[in-house]
């Protein structure tokens, strides 16, 4: 396991090269950004090998020490189990697959323009902040790749920053994902001044030992871990800031904001759930943010015309997922989701971005339509992508890892999440192929160019073939890392029923949209045409207009107490001192007459003032 | 007296500058070449400071009644070399475009660099006047080198008129004094006012008139006045030399004759000190704040630097000695970058120099690296941690907290709260982008000439040591031991 | 010494300061007061009762004047130290002979340069440079 090292290291000497080198030519800075992580990938594979092969255990590995005050040690240490390795291979090979994406789809949008090595030097950097970040066995460690996605994210955002809109949303995602992280800063600072301790494997053995199940600090720590939590990965109530971070590059919203970044906070819950077991209400708290969350991005996912802002939605709508199934203490269930749903969420990204450069740059779904005869790639792509995402029975991932969460959450008798997941299952299944019948059916109203080339086809290919039940087929060796759960208390027969229920669920919605969405729509319009239905639409859109209530209730309070405090009297006490320094300073340039008689006099003056008061003294 | 082999190691380094300044002459007579005359310059200064390790075997030797070669001397001494060094490499790259004879000015360098070197070593009010004459009647002249500028003349005579005066200052205070004490040696000054006899009152007016003289060459408040002047109108190089050099020799000279003439050890002469210095700190800092030229800006800034170290000599202790080492180290590191930055965007010489503030408006985008080093020596002069001028300062509030002087230590506080401003003015000014007016701008080829690796490694010396000071005060403490 | 003890001990210095005020003090306002006054033209020119002078007082030397008697003060004056050697030509033996070879040495070196650079030439070979003065670049505003 000597090697760990080299997986976070690959990216960030990609990193550097890349942004001490703007220059480059983009071919290799090209090869650059995808090699590395490509060794990274490499590396990943050999760490696959030999844990299966080892005791598949927990291995840390400490670079070196990092901070050591009096009796405070702490080393700069990586921490690799089963968790840890299923992360990291998902970061380091679905990330290698939409680097390799990027780099096609990078070409095709600058047209040779700079800022390609900027993009992979930004790019490279993510994956190793995200890599420290699950791969830190502190949270110190944590804190630091957390703040490092965070900054990635905010400069991806931000990529075409000539455009100011642009800006405003990376600042928006830098500025609300910052709230959450003050709250798992102050989890730490807590989680520290009770146990004197950062290091996690510590911290999860030290916890169950200090408090009962259901102390008030237990609920606290874990309520302000679950603050972060909610800000990285987007649940409510700060989830607004991941619609408007599709501003940034396709396969950034792919790598960043649907496969890795955003399901931070699932890891982060699923590796301290020591924690959250010992608390008990926020651990529903947890398991009713999934639900909420899944049910308002599923209706806002309903009324978006932008492509990438419904699969912003779908994915907000499947990190709910997550959340409701750590929430039911069905941990490897979770990450079991995380790791499906970063593969057909990277699917439905790249093929997004592969019918965008197809479309000449048009995002708006009604602008497209029929697309099916010239993208066919794209158009299988996105059928496999969609039916995971809705949990199409037997042929998809996302069937096996979803029903599995509905499942459990049955079992272990939350019976209303269950309820909501399934209406959440069937709105999903509702807008997922509303959008595919949109983009692909109908009259065809624009004229694609398809995309071409290896770099474009592989990562497509591969993640298709991982969508499908090939990759529900990989199990992450989650045993030793997370327990089972709580005894069930429904026998397989009650399971088999469930599942069969789900599956009716997701076909009915493609049924439902195949009928609303296909031919001229005409229900759906004249639906929309009324003053409700308008307003319903509305609302959908603006995601239940959590925007506006966050701008009447925090953003307007907040600039008010600004412009309160811009005429702060304390302030202007203090303005006296610069006039009185201007003052003097004025008083005392008109010392400064050049002429030689004046500065002999003053010499004097001053000789005989001083010989005055050493005698008088 | 018997001179042997020790007293001439002990005296090598001036031996060598005074060959090198009569070798220099003879060039000069045979054949002027400025390349060849400054390089003789260098090559004698580099030996004069490698001679240095030889007299380190040596101290400390008392030579003739005159000096004392101590390690305090070598210390200063190769601060002296030093500074000598980095104007001599500046002036070369300054001279290049003078229209007029350019050789001399390395003579009148040495011979300045040699009354520096005497009073760092003077344990004696004649080696004393010696030396101070010697270090400041060659001022005048480089001073006024270009002295067909209007500027440049009108400092040198500025300089020379009060500095004449200050002189005659010095003079009567030392005939006071000797009247008094019957020697000109420091140790004995005074000696009978601890035995109760005597005038005190001549003893009194003797030193306070020397103190006088030196307050003038340090530029202290309320004979600062010409500081300002004479920045401005001088050459950049000679600035720099002005700057550092004199500032130098005359504070460790002014230090010694605190530690160890018995005649300073008078209440009143100290609280004259303490008050000379919160003045400086105060008026200093505050005629810096609206200056819009540099040169003088650097000016009004040294009169409140040394009004902060200052505060050493009323406190007079152990602590105060290692404090004058760090701070003059740091000080003299800093302020040489900044002269040196000034003096590269005003080389080669065209007339006049670059003092303006406007001409520096975004310097960094056409000169990332002067803009670097002149962002890193504004933060070290403002005493901003991880530069060597927080060290320097740091020590400086030590000396003044551990010797209970509680209103020098508050001047150093506003003093420096007033510094920021004007400091952060200029780097502003680097980072803002370039105007479409006319900008001067340092030779492109600066990088290649020796005086840009000189301030560049300058400015890495001034970050090293803000961020291990360690072997610093290693130095100077075994110095002042020794 | 406390100041009763000084003011006694400086009283005498004290009275001559004093009396010597008064006495020019009395010497002016007496004659202003006891003596007439007559009133002029001739009375405002510089010499009341002389030649009336020629042209300006303002005379330009040149400067080969000043510096030739600058050399010679100058190696004067250092010719000076070699009486001080003379005297003690016994006492201070070889150091002090080849102290003062080297003294006569350096002398000799600053001589040939005065020379070399033309110093001691009544009249300069050629001008070195036109008449040019260059501006300064710019005073600043706070200060003048």
């Known amino acids: ?155 991806l955002i931000g990529y075409y920053y000539e455009n100011e809109n ?17 709250f798992l800063a102050i989890g730490m600072f807590l989680l520290f001044a009770q146990f004197g301790t950062l290091n996690i494997q510590e911290l999860l053995r030290l916890a169950p030992e200090a408090w009962g199940r259901g102390d008030l600090m237990a609920e606290l720590a874990a309520l302000m871990l679950l603050g972060g939590a909610v800000g990285k990965s987007a649940q409510l109530p700060l989830q607004t800031w991941l619609a408007d971070a599709m501003a940034g590059p396709t396969p950034v919203s792919a790598l960043i904001h649907a496969a890795t970044m955003v399901t931070a906070g699932v890891y982060l819950i699923a590796r301290t759930h020591v924690i959250f077991e010992l608390a008990p209400m926020t651990l529903g708290l947890v398991g009713l943010i999934g639900m909420l969350t899944l049910l308002v991005a599923g209706f806002a996912a309903l009324a978006q015309t932008d492509i990438k802002r ?44 592969s019918v965008i450069i197809a479309c000449h740059h048009e995002q708006n779904i009604f602008k497209m339509g029929g697309l099916r005869k010239t993208l066919k790639l794209p158009y299988a792509c996105f059928l496999i992508g969609g039916a995971a995402l809705s949990a199409l029975p037997l042929i998809s991932a996302g069937f096996y890892s979803k029903d599995e969460i509905l499942w459990l959450a049955f079992d272990h008798g939350h019976t209303w999440l269950w309820l909501g997941a ?48 090939v990759g529900a087929m990989i199990h992450p060796p989650l045993e030793n890392v997370l327990p089972a759960g709580p005894e069930g208390q429904f026998g397989h027969s009650v399971q088999l029923m469930l599942e069969i229920l789900a599956a009716v669920v997701a076909i009915v919605g493609v049924g439902i949209a195949a009928g609303l969405f296909l031919g001229r729509r005409r229900l759906v319009r004249s639906l929309v045409q009324t003053k409700e239905g308008d307003r319903l639409w509305r609302f959908f859109n603006s995601a239940f207009a959590f925007d506006w209530l966050y701008h009447r209730v925090v953003v307007r309070p907040f600039l008010f107490i600004g412009r309160l405090h811009r005429l702060d009297w304390v302030n202007s006490l203090m303005n006296l001192w610069p006039g009185l320094a201007l003052m003097l300073n004025g008083l005392l340039s008109d010392t400064q007459s050049g002429r030689l008689r004046w500065y002999a006099a003053v010499m004097t003056g001053g000789a005989i003032a001083t010989l005055l008061l050493l005698l008088l003294l | ?164 005066a200050a002189s005659a200052f010095l003079l009567f205070g030392m005939a006071l004094l000797y009247a008094e004490s019957g020697s000109l040696a420091f140790a004995d000054l005074g000696a009978r006012l601890t035995e109760g006899g005597g005038h005190a009152s001549w003893l009194l007016m003797g030193i306070g008139m020397m103190v006088i003289a030196m307050a003038f060459k340090l530029s202290l408040v309320p004979f600062h006045l010409w500081t300002a002047d004479v920045y401005e109108g001088a050459p950049a190089p000679v600035t720099a030399f002005l700057a550092t050099v004199s500032k130098i020799a005359v504070f460790a000279l002014l230090m010694r004759l605190f530690m160890s003439a018995p005649v300073t050890d008078i209440a009143s002469l100290h609280t004259i000190v303490a008050i000379i210095a919160f003045l400086s700190m105060m008026v200093g800092n505050l005629m810096a704040l609206r200056q819009d030229n540099i040169k003088r800006l650097m000016g009004y800034s040294s009169i409140g630097h040394l009004g902060y170290l200052l505060t050493v000599v009323v406190a007079s202790d152990d602590l105060a000695l ?30 006049s120099d670059v003092a303006s503030l406007k001409f520096y408006r975004g310097l960094f985008w056409r000169r990332p690296y002067l803009a670097a080093v002149m962002t890193v020596m504004m933060l070290s002069l403002a005493g901003i941690p991880m530069t060597a001028g927080f060290i320097g300062k740091f020590y400086v509030l030590a000396t003044g907290v551990e010797a209970q002087l509680w209103w020098l230590v508050a001047g150093v506080i506003i003093g420096s709260a007033l510094s920021l401003y004007y400091y952060l003015r200029v780097m502003v000014m680097l980072y803002l982008h370039p105007t479409e007016e006319e900008q001067y701008d340092a030779s492109s080829d600066w990088g290649q000439r020796a005086g840009g690796i000189m301030v560049i490694l300058l400015a890495l010396a001034v970050l090293v040591l803000g961020i291990y000071p360690q072997p610093m005060i290693m130095l100077v403490s075994s110095a002042i031991l020794g | 010494m406390d100041l009763a003890a000084q003011l006694a001990q400086n009283w005498s210095v004290g009275v001559f300061i004093v009396a010597v005020l008064a006495l020019c003090t009395f010497m002016v306002t007496a004659s202003a007061l006891l003596g007439g006054r007559a009133w002029g033209h001739n009375k405002e020119t510089p010499y009341e009762s002389g030649i009336v002078p020629a042209g300006s007082a303002h005379q330009r030397f040149s400067v080969k004047f000043y510096m030739v008697a600058m050399l010679f003060v100058i190696f004067d004056v250092e010719a000076l130290y070699l009486f001080g050697w003379a005297i003690s030509i016994r006492e201070t033996g070889w150091t002090g002979l080849i102290g003062a070879t080297i003294f006569i040495f350096i002398l000799l070196a600053g001589l040939i340069y005065d020379s070399r650079v033309g110093a001691l030439d009544w009249v300069p070979k050629r001008r070195v440079q036109p008449d040019r003065v260059h501006q300064p670049a710019q005073r600043d505003q706070a200060d003048n």
């Open chain 1, 1 to 155: 396991m000597n090697i760990l090292f080299l997986t976070p290291l690959f990216p960030l000497l990609g990193a550097l090269v890349l942004a001490f080198n703007p220059r480059l030519p983009d071919r290799i800075a090209g090869l650059v950004g995808v090699g590395s992580i490509g060794l990274a990938a490499l590396v990943m594979v050999w760490l696959n090998v030999t844990f299966y092969g080892g005791a598949n255990e927990g291995v840390t590995q400490t670079l070196w020490q990092w901070v050591a005050v009096e009796d405070f040690r702490m080393g700069f240490s990586l921490y690799l189990d089963g968790l840890s390795l299923t992360m990291v291979s998902i970061i380091t090979g679905v990330g290698f697959l939409i680097h390799l994406f990027a780099a096609w789809y990078m070409r095709e949008d600058l047209e040779g323009g700079p800022g390609f090595a900027r993009f992979f030097a930004y790019m490279n950097l993510f994956v190793f902040s995200m890599l420290l970040l699950v791969l830190g066995d502190n949270l110190f460690l944590l804190y630091l790749g957390w703040e490092g996605v965070g900054l990635c994210s905010y400069l």
């Open chain 1, 166 to 182: 642009n800006a405003w949303c990376a600042f928006k995602a830098f500025i609300v994902t910052r709230i959450g992280d003050v």
């Open chain 1, 310 to 353: 419904v699969l912003a939605y779908s994915t907000m709508s499947q990190i709910g997922y997550m959340f409701l199934a750590l929430g039911v203490q069905a941990w490897d269930v979770a990450i079991f989701h995380l790791m499906t749903h970063a593969f057909f969420k990277a699917l439905l990204f790249l093929t997004s971005g």
């Open chain 1, 422 to 469: 399934l209406f959440g299952a069937f709105l999903t299944s509702v807008y997922t192929f509303r959008m595919i019948f949109i983009v692909f059916h109908g009259r065809e109203q624009i004229h694609p160019h398809a995309g071409q080339g290896l770099a474009h086809h592989v990562p497509l290919i591969v993640l298709a073939v991982l969508s499908t039940f």
């Open chain 2, 1 to 164: 007296m018997n001179l042997t082999l020790s007293h001439l190691i002990a005296l090598l380094p001036l031996l060598i500058v005074c060959v090198t300044v009569i070798v220099v002459m003879l060039g000069i007579a045979w054949r002027r070449h400025h390349v060849v005359t400054a390089s003789l310059t260098t090559i004698g200064l580099n030996a004069a400071l490698v001679s240095l390790l030889a007299v380190l075997t040596v101290t400390p030797i008392r030579v003739s009644p005159l000096l004392l070669v101590d390690n305090y001397a070598v210390l200063y001494m190769a601060l002296i070399l030093i500074a000598g060094l980095a104007s001599t490499t500046l002036a070369h790259a300054y001279l290049e475009g003078f229209d007029d004879q350019k050789e001399e000015f390395y003579m009148l360098l040495g011979c300045s660099v040699l009354g520096g070197l005497t009073m760092v070593a003077s344990d004696h009010m004649l080696s004393l006047f010696f030396g101070l004459e010697l270090l400041s009647v060659p001022l005048y002249g480089m001073a006024a080198y270009a002295y067909r500028t209007r500027l440049s003349l009108e400092s040198g005579i500025k300089y020379m008129v009060l500095s004449a």
């Open chain 2, 322 to 351: 290692l404090t004058t080492g760090i701070y003059l180290i740091t000080y003299v590191a800093t302020t040489l970058a900044t002269f040196g930055v000034i003096a590269l965007v005003s080389s080669p010489w065209q007339g």
